[in-house]
T-cell receptor
Framework: EDQVTQSPEALRLQEGESSSLNCSYT??????LFWYRQDPGKGPEFLFT???AGEEKEKERLKATLTKKESFLHITAPKPEDSATYLC???????????FGSGTQLTVLP | DAMVIQNPRYQVTQFGKPVTLSCSQT?????MYWYQQKSSQAPKLLFH???????NEADTPDNFQSRRPNTSFCFLDIRSPGLGDAAMYLC????????????FGDGTRLSIL
């Protein structure tokens, strides 16, 4: 059974204080790892897909990286508008659909 | 803009009173999904459609049903809602293929009185 664990559960940063969120996974044959951003009361918004170890994707202040066991979402010089819950999900060869982690709730203080 | 639209955004129903949530999409995606998300938890897949081919998750309660009359619309019916069914219900769509990202609507927040 695929498993996805995100840490920390919650993270508070000062504006401009860079940090990383972790997504550890156990799957049989990774087909893709997805990062989403979810604002309170809204649906998840797609950010990135990573397919293989060593791959990196960037979007504004966010950079996602992937190894064989985990993915990191690096946030460089965050702003208050980056505050949200960040969800990680995996798609494997053994599961028909996505398996989501519980998310990291990020708060960026001005 | 192409998007996934869920109605209503907020729904209040009484214990045991049937309720229907709706989802429409302008992305022309073949696959549609319904998820249940409770506070601070991961979205939990209830069912999905590949075109009209319906796929039910093994642990989806029997009082949850779904209909997809055409490519653009999908409905979630809860026949006899219990207090434990209070949650955010998310609809998502994707193209066919293992690595296709899912695109979500903003959800319907369901409350049970």
């Amino acid at each position: 059974e695929d498993q996805v664990t995100q840490s920390p559960e919650a993270l508070r940063l000062q504006e401009g204080e860079s940090s990383s969120l972790n997504c550890s996974y156990t799957v049989s044959g990774l087909r893709g790892l997805f990062w989403y951003r979810q604002d309170p009361g809204k649906g998840p918004e797609f950010l990135f897909t990573l397919y293989s170890a060593g791959e990196e994707k960037e979007k504004e202040r966010l950079k996602a990286t992937l190894t064989k066991k985990e993915s990191f979402l690096h946030i460089t010089a965050p702003k208050p508008e980056d505050s949200a819950t960040y969800l990680c999900a995996v798609h494997s060869g053994s599961a028909r659909q996505l398996t989501f982690g519980s998310g990291t709730q990020l708060t960026v203080l001005p | 803009d192409a998007m996934v639209i869920q109605n209503p955004r907020y729904q209040v129903t009484q214990f045991g009173k049937p309720v229907t949530l709706s989802c429409s999409q302008t992305l022309n995606h073949n696959v549609m999904y319904w998820y249940q998300q409770k506070s601070s938890q991961a979205p939990k897949l209830l069912f999905h459609y590949y075109d009209k081919d319906f796929n039910n998750e093994a642990d989806t309660p029997d009082n949850f049903q779904s209909r997809r009359p055409n490519t653009s619309f999908c409905f979630l019916d809860i026949r006899s809602p219990g207090l434990g069914d209070a949650a955010m219900y998310l609809c998502a769509t994707s193209r066919v293929g293992n690595n296709q990202p899912q695109h979500f609507g903003d959800g319907t927040r369901l409350s049970i009185l």
